[in-house]
């Protein structure tokens, strides 16, 4: 009984060591608060810590279909990709530090993502994972918009593979829309006469 307990307290603290060093928390910032809730327009921000510093992150970024406020079965993932400590953003956002500190930040100013609820997962290098929920708000008037339609080849709209595509815009801000059964879509961006890629 003696030893079964020794074996039972040295899994617990090596378990509990284990998560001393895992990825902990990912936090929101909206005009310079942290929130859940933007609207279009609103200056956007995203904070997480990493296990060691310097790690390379995985973020999943899923449309929360069922509004759960988590990753369920019927949510879309919409893009994937990767962060690193310190990292210029070869495949993702680059982190606002180029020194590796253990925190990831990234201020992507006015942020307009089509409206809707959705989730982040993100994955350390130590596999340990942490998620947040945010909802975006359309705008109640837009600068200036951009338009089209989406098609897919052998595809006769309307149909559901033509639903909810993202479609980005990048100019002063990040801005996206998302398509409808019809695959027309709508941006709603953050300034009018400028450059929008």
Request: glycine letters at 10%; hydrophobic letters at 40%.
């Amino acid at each position: 009984m003696q030893r079964f307990l020794t074996i039972i307290i040295a899994l617990f603290i090596i378990h509990a060591g284990a998560n001393l060093f895992a990825s902990t928390y990912l936090t929101y910032w909206v005009n310079g608060s942290p929130s859940n809730s933007v609207t279009q327009g609103d200056l956007y921000a995203w904070e997480m810590d990493v296990a060691t510093p310097g790690n390379t992150v995985q973020i999943d970024l899923y449309l929360d279909l069922d509004a759960s406020q988590s990753i369920t079965s019927g949510d879309l993932l919409l893009e994937t990709f990767t962060m690193q400590d310190g990292g210029d953003g070869n495949d993702g956002p680059a982190d606002s530090s180029t020194t590796p500190d253990g925190i990831i930040y990234v201020d992507f100013g006015p942020f307009g993502f089509a409206p809707g609820n959705y989730v982040m997962r993100v994955t350390d290098e130590d596999l340990s994972t942490v998620t947040n929920y945010f909802t975006m708000t359309a705008m109640s008037s837009p600068t200036a918009t951009i338009s089209g339609t989406v098609t897919l080849e052998g595809v006769t709209a309307p149909d559901p593979l033509l639903a909810n595509i993202m479609i980005g815009a990048e100019g002063a801000g990040i801005c996206s829309g998302l398509t409808d059964t019809n695959g027309d879509y709508t941006i709603n961006l953050t300034a009018e006469d400028l450059d929008w890629h």
